[in-house]
Nanobody
Framework: QVQLVESGGGLVQPGGSLRLSCAAS????????MGWYRQAPGKQRELVAT???????NYADSLKGRFTITRGNAKNTVLLQMNSLKPEDTAVYYC?????????????????WGQGTQVTVSS
């Protein structure tokens, strides 16, 4: 099984920066897609950003330009650099990953989720 562990969350003032990291363990295969979701109090969970094994990235429109997702140096790791943080960025941030397997007749996807790390932006 794959276990995703997030780190780097904490308290930061508006305008500050944080870098989140996620590391996968318990797997010998590559994770095709890794990324981040977040869930703020009273709101639905939303996608933040994703990155494929080939380096293609996607961001939520409202976050593009402030957040940057990258692959870490270690295999199956991902980083999220968050700049110019706003109070509305306060949320629990969840790492996730997708493994895609293919056969001559079908394609299967397997999803994995971390436990989350709290990010609080406040004065």
């Amino acid at each position: 099984q794959v276990q995703l562990v997030e780190s780097g969350g904490g308290l930061v003032q508006p305008g500050g920066s944080l870098r989140l990291s996620c590391a996968a363990s318990g797997t010998i295969f590559s994770l095709d897609v890794m990324g981040w979701y977040r869930q703020a109090p009273g709101k639905q969970r939303e996608l933040v950003a994703t990155i494929s094994s080939g380096g293609s990235t996607n961001y939520a429109d409202s976050l593009k330009g402030r957040f940057t997702i990258t692959r870490g140096n270690a295999k199956n790791t991902v980083l999220l650099q968050m700049n110019s943080l706003k109070p509305e960025d306060t949320a629990v941030y969840y790492c996730y990953a997708i493994r895609i397997t293919t056969t001559p007749t079908e394609k299967n996807e397997y999803d994995f989720w971390g436990q989350g790390t709290q990010v609080t932006v406040s004065s």
